[in-house]
């Protein structure tokens, strides 16, 4: 599937993401539960001025980042198409297609970080060296 520039809107590849992330939770025994995806949709800005939990917010920045990682290579395991989204990176094309919506338009749900975080190095999780997957 080829997103066309425009015809998803960052909110929906935001949902798709989310929902990815969520049915890999279902299927690894790591739920996300309601209140953490309302966490993911809400901008870091307010949940930042809203007096989050820092430490509640850390472990589930590195939940999604897991999650994340864990679908893109089941994904990948099964065969589906895959981009280079970076030098020793490869991930699902359909991945690869919602992350560049969110990631290009600044959708400012906290999801967006932690998927940046799983694209690339997670420092909440004391990375140094961005994630490879090829």
């Known amino acids: 599937m080829v997103i066309a520039e425009g015809r998803v809107s960052p909110e929906q590849s935001g949902e798709w993401l989310l929902r990815a992330v969520r049915q890999e939770g279902a299927l690894a025994g790591d739920v996300l539960t309601d209140d953490d995806v309302r966490m993911l949709k809400t901008p870091i800005p307010n949940l930042l001025g809203g007096g989050v939990d820092l430490e509640h917010f850390r472990r589930l920045n590195n939940k999604v980042v897991r999650l994340a990682r864990s679908a893109m290579e089941r994904s990948k395991a099964t065969g589906a198409p895959t981009t280079e989204a970076r030098r020793n990176l490869r991930i699902p094309t359909d991945w690869f297609e919602h992350y560049t919506v969110i990631y290009t338009s ?8 932690a998927l940046q975080n799983a694209m690339m190095a997670n420092p909440f999780a004391g990375e140094t060296s961005p994630w490879e997957s090829r």
């Open 106 to 113: 600044n959708l400012d749900w906290a999801l967006s970080g």
